[in-house]
C-alpha cells in the first residue's frame, strides 16, 4: 500500500533553492513596484511613439516619390510651373530630407533649359551635396554646371566640371563629348596643358577611326 507523501513544512520551504528565489523576487518586486511599474509604462510609450514616427516618416516619403512623379509628368507636358511648385516643396523638406536631393536635381533641369542659370547651379550643387541619385544623374549634374560657367564664359571652372562628367560617364561616346568640352574650354582659358592631358586621357579610350581622327586633328590645333 502506498504512502501518503508528506507535506512541506514552511522551514522546509524556506530553504528550498526554488522558493528562495520566488521570495526573493517577490520581495523585490514589493520595495521596487513603483519603479517597475513606471519603466514598463516608459517603455510602452516609446515603443508607441517609435511606431507613430516610423510610420509619419515613411508617409512623408510615400508623399514625396508621389510629388516627384507628378512633377516629372508635369515637365514631360509643358506645365512646368506646376512641376517647379511640387519640387520646391519636396526641395524645401515638407516630406523629411531623403528626396531633397532628388527634387533639386530636376529643378536643376528646368532652371537650365530655361536659361536660369544661377537657380540651375544652386540646385544642381545642393543635388552633388546631397550624394543622392544615381552615376548618370551625377554625371550630367556635372556637366551642367559646366554649361553653366560655359555661359558665364568662366572656361576654366567649366572644363573642371566637364572633366568630373568625363570620370563618371560610362558611354565612350559620352566621355569623348565630355573630352571635347575640356579641350575646348581648356584652350579658351589658355591652358593648353590641360587641353593636352585631356586628349591623352581620351586617347586610352576604345576609340573608333572617327574619334581617333578627332584627336589627331585636336593635337594639331595644339601643335602637338
Same mark, same amino acid.
Given at each position: 500500500m502506498l504512502k501518503a507523501r508528506k507535506k512541506m513544512t514552511k522551514k522546509e520551504l524556506k530553504t528550498d533553492p526554488f522558493f528562495e528565489k520566488m521570495d526573493a523576487l517577490? /520581495?523585490?518586486?514589493? /520595495?521596487?513596484?513603483?519603479?517597475?511599474?513606471?519603466?514598463?509604462?516608459?517603455?510602452?510609450l516609446i515603443g508607441i511613439a517609435g511606431s507613430y514616427i516610423t510610420r509619419?516618416?515613411?508617409?512623408?516619403?510615400?508623399?514625396?516619390?508621389?510629388?516627384?512623379s507628378i512633377a516629372q509628368f508635369y515637365m514631360k507636358s509643358g506645365q512646368e510651373d506646376r512641376a517647379v511648385?511640387?519640387?520646391? %516643396?519636396?526641395?524645401d523638406g515638407l516630406y523629411g530630407k531623403k528626396?531633397?536631393?532628388? =527634387?533639386?536635381?530636376?529643378?536643376? @533641369?528646368?532652371?537650365?533649359?530655361?536659361?536660369?542659370?544661377?537657380? =540651375?547651379?544652386?540646385?544642381? /550643387?545642393?543635388?552633388?551635396?546631397?550624394?543622392?541619385? @544615381?552615376?548618370?544623374?551625377?554625371?550630367? =549634374?556635372w556637366a =551642367?554646371?559646366?554649361?553653366?560657367?560655359?555661359?558665364?564664359?568662366?572656361? %576654366?571652372?567649366?572644363?573642371?566640371f566637364y572633366l568630373e562628367a568625363l570620370k563618371l560617364a560610362e558611354l565612350t561616346?559620352?566621355?569623348?563629348?565630355?573630352?571635347?568640352k575640356v579641350f575646348q574650354n581648356s584652350l579658351k582659358a589658355g591652358n593648353t596643358q590641360k587641353a593636352e592631358e585631356v586628349l591623352d586621357l581620351l %586617347?586610352?579610350? @576604345?576609340?573608333n577611326d572617327v574619334q581617333k581622327n578627332k584627336i589627331v586633328s585636336y593635337r594639331a590645333l595644339i601643335g602637338k
Open positions: 517577490l /520581495r523585490f518586486y514589493k /520595495r521596487n513596484e513603483k519603479r517597475i511599474w513606471t519603466i514598463m509604462l516608459a517603455v510602452i509619419s516618416v515613411v508617409k512623408k516619403h510615400e508623399k514625396a516619390k508621389s510629388q516627384i511648385s511640387l519640387l520646391s %516643396e519636396v526641395r528626396y531633397i536631393g532628388y =527634387a533639386a536635381y530636376y529643378l536643376g @533641369d528646368i532652371h537650365l533649359k530655361n536659361r536660369n542659370y544661377e537657380q =540651375a547651379e544652386e540646385n544642381y /550643387r545642393e543635388f552633388l551635396s546631397s550624394k543622392s541619385g @544615381d552615376r548618370l544623374m551625377k554625371t550630367t =549634374a =551642367a554646371l559646366g554649361a553653366v560657367e560655359e555661359s558665364r564664359k568662366g572656361y %576654366e571652372k567649366a572644363a573642371e561616346s559620352r566621355k569623348i563629348n565630355f573630352g571635347e %586617347e586610352k579610350l @576604345d576609340l
